[in-house]
């Protein structure tokens, strides 16, 4: 059993702190809003992801697991301190690191023994290293000493607890031997690969793994863009290739695009990364350009069948960057809808759990439904943006007798054309034939 403190109570913070507590260890959750520890302390989470309630009450409960402001004396407490602060883009598109230096200073002001200081954050190559001279400078005694280890995070949103006691690697880039294996002992109850790297390594293994996978998602997006003007078929060809394990079938669907808060902030960070090192990453670049572009591809296609969009009704189904999640953060709706709107539409739209964020996005310029078929009711087009269950699930047969045009632009390739087809529909998908 070790004592852990995480500073910040974010996503990432939140839920690889009540990991840590459910496989056995003492974990104490900071952070500077005390509104949220008040919150948590009182067992609401403030994030939508399935499943975590229940675990950090049962922690909670057996008293693994804590909230707490006062981060000083949760440092002291502490053996091992997880820094899970957020790291905004910032307006050159590099990642700002002004809460990673502040919870550095913080942890040197109160360090009274040793300790291993974590970062989690996703931060630049060389901020481990920062880290280390920030905690150095702010010593208050000058006789302790520290080792800092990056261990970047891999969850996923929606389905970030099972990700994180399941991980597939644990990537723990240290300064020494000792950390390092401080840190590998920390994993051993998940079971899993231990990758032990430098520093800069593993805070480079976190930027090349979501930059890779979002190379992925712009590559199959316009590979589908060119199975349209050729004619073949997006899922069957992401399929064919899929089965050749050097590409793997995962993260081959195409769609409208990469959002949340991770892909769009790391592809730009490393953009930055590489620019700062004086390498021109041509191909991020394209990368995110492909992306822009994919999101303002259902707009191009609902054009086309209705021609102008002044006055007509548009059904939006899905607000999320994805399913499972409320988070609205760089969601292909962000541009999707302003763009709509831009053209005269008018916009109801559905979303289970992320509407209560979207109308701090769009206030009262759309109208709000709590139910997927009153949406569509009477609509001159739906456009599918997020695949939820509730939108997945929809009848066909039913959709079509309440619309007023039968017109479906599927975002997320979620039906198929046959069935919209014999159902009546004129169905525009990505990357399959109509
Ligand atoms: C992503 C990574 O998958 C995690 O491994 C990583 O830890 C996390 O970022 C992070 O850095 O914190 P997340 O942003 O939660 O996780 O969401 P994903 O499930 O990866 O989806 C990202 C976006 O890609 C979504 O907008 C999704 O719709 C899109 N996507 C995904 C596609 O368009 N096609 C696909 O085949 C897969």
Known sequence: MKKITVIGTGYVGLVSGTSFADIGNEVICCDIDSNKIEKLKQGFIPIYEPGLEEVVKKNTQLGRLSFTTDIPGAIRSSDIIYIAVGTPMSVTGAADLRFVTEAAKTIGQHLNDYKVVVNKSTVPVGTGKLVQRMIQSHLSNPHVTFDVVSNPEFLRE??????????????????????????AELH??????????????????KYASNAFLATKISFI?????????????????SRGMGLDSRIGSRFLNAGIGYGGSCFPKDTHALVHIAESAGYDFHLMKSVIRTNDQQRLVVVDKVKEVLGSLRGRTIAVLGLAFKPNTDDMR?????????????????????????????????????????????TILNADAALILTEWEQVVSMDPKQMRKLMNMPVVIDGRNIFSPKTMQENGFIYHSIGRPP
């Open 330 to 374: 760089d969601a292909p709706s962000l541009q999707i809808i302003p763009a709509l709107l831009r053209e005269g539409a008018k916009i109801k739209a559905y979303d289970p759990i992320a509407a209560k964020e979207a109308v701090v996005h769009f206030g009262d310029q759309i109208e709000y439904v709590e139910e997927p078929y009153d």
């Open 188 to 205: 051993k109850p998940f079971n899993t690969e231990i990758v032990i790297t430098t520093l800069e390594s593993a805070e480079m293994i």
């Open 158 to 183: 929606g389905s970030a607890l099972k990700d994180c006691m399941n991980m597939e690697r644990a990537v723990i880039g240290a300064t020494s031997e000792k950390a390092a294996s401080i840190i």
């Open 221 to 237: 997006n316009a590979v589908a863009n060119i199975c349209e003007r050729v004619g073949a078929d997006v899922t069957e060809v």
